[in-house]
């Protein structure tokens, strides 16, 4: 019996990351209500898809039993038939919830579900549908999500049967420079790499799979840029290829000369102890400035002279010719310090200031 396929065709609401977080942060406390929904999430590769899955887990201590389905055989989810006396049973696979071995709570996750053959997807659909597989039962404290790319986005994507699809909650990951930056800084992401984005936010994502790139930019392989800065960055004659070979070819060059160039930044230490320094006239140098300067926010959070640093940084933010620049930094640093920020004398003279111009999200 052949099932009606259900096609994407880009009509899953789209959320940006810290949405989507709060989504499957309830659809997990869900279970414990009985009100628990399958989410599918959709979006090309590299925008962070299995990441948010894992934060999730992180969050709650808890088990993410990550199943790529693209690498199994349907008797990989069904399990290996054996003789008991005179019938046959079948053993259930390790890799699946168990709440002996897993915990009561838990999220099982079928990651690239849109790839795998008819032949993979039947037993998965059994698994979302009724959360069981032949005897085995999915544990009531477990959400299920799943994740997978949209037709076009290169690669084997096969059509998902209409009623596994109707199981589903529905989400396409919509990539966010904000929700990005406020990861990067919470993930000590290189503060060199924040400001380079910031000035160049058009190259948070960028995939044409018309012309099949191996690497281009995305949140995913801008955080193997950071690691290649950190490996690299003491190697010139290295540090271009590596980083072309982590975003492309352009990306990976414009990178590389707008860190070249950061040797022309100002005495952020001298920033941070209140004395007096010119707002440099470069763009890109003064989007250097910001990052380091909130960076230097968050590690200032654990010292005692924690709101003296904010104040200081917060007065510097209102020295940017353009006000819109200071806006950014201080914004920031609230995504990552929080309303702690708001205690600080500086803030209200500066906040007088830019009145007019949204704080934040």
Avoid at 19 to 41: D, I
Avoid at 59 to 74: N, T
Avoid at 171 to 189: K, M, P
Avoid at 324 to 350: C, H, T
Wanted: with cysteine; glycine share 8%; aromatic share 10%.
């Amino acid at each position: 019996m052949e099932f009606p396929v259900f096609r994407y065709t880009g009509d899953a609401k789209a959320m940006r990351p810290a949405q989507l977080l709060n989504v499957l942060e309830r659809e997990f406390l869900s279970t414990q209500e009985g009100h628990h929904t399958p989410v599918m999430l959709w979006g090309p590769p590299g925008v962070g898809k299995s990441q948010m899955v894992a934060q999730i887990g992180d969050r709650h201590g808890i088990a993410v039993i990550d199943i790529r389905l693209s690498q199994m055989e349907p008797s990989d989810l069904r399990g290996i038939p054996f003789r008991a006396g005179d019938q046959v049973e079948w053993a259930v696979p390790a890799m699946l919830p168990d709440s002996g071995r897993h915990g009561e709570q838990g999220i099982l996750f079928l990651d690239e579900i849109t790839s795998v053959p008819p032949s993979v997807s039947a037993a998965a659909y059994q698994l979302i549908l009724d959360r069981r597989l032949g005897a085995y039962e999915v544990p009531p404290g477990w959400a299920i999500f799943a994740a997978g790319n949209r037709q076009g986005d290169r690669g084997v994507t096969y059509t998902m049967p209409a009623p596994l699809a109707n199981r589903f909650s529905h989400f396409e990951v919509d990539v966010n420079l904000d929700d990005w930056v406020a990861w990067a800084y919470a993930n000590a992401i290189d503060e060199r790499l924040i400001a380079f984005l910031r000035f160049r936010p058009d190259l948070l994502f960028e995939f044409d799979p018309a012309h099949n790139p191996v690497a281009f930019p995305s949140p995913r392989s801008w955080e193997f840029s950071h690691r290649a800065l950190q490996k690299f960055g003491d190697m010139p004659d290295l540090l271009t290829g590596t980083l072309q070979a982590c975003v492309g070819p352009a990306a990976g060059i414009e990178l590389s000369a707008f860190v070249e160039n950061l040797d022309q930044l100002p005495d952020i230490d001298a920033i941070v102890r209140g004395e007096s320094v010119k707002v440099p006239k470069e763009t890109d140098l003064q989007y250097a400035v910001a990052a380091a300067l909130v960076g230097r926010a968050i590690r200032a959070r654990s010292e005692d002279n924690a709101m003296e640093v904010y104040g200081r940084i917060i007065g510097f933010a209102g020295t940017f010719p353009q006000r819109e620049m200071g806006v950014m930094l201080v914004s920031d640093m609230y995504r990552a310090i929080g309303q702690e920020i708001f205690s600080v004398p500086e803030f209200s003279s500066w906040a007088n200031i830019v009145a007019d111009v949204m704080l934040y999200d």
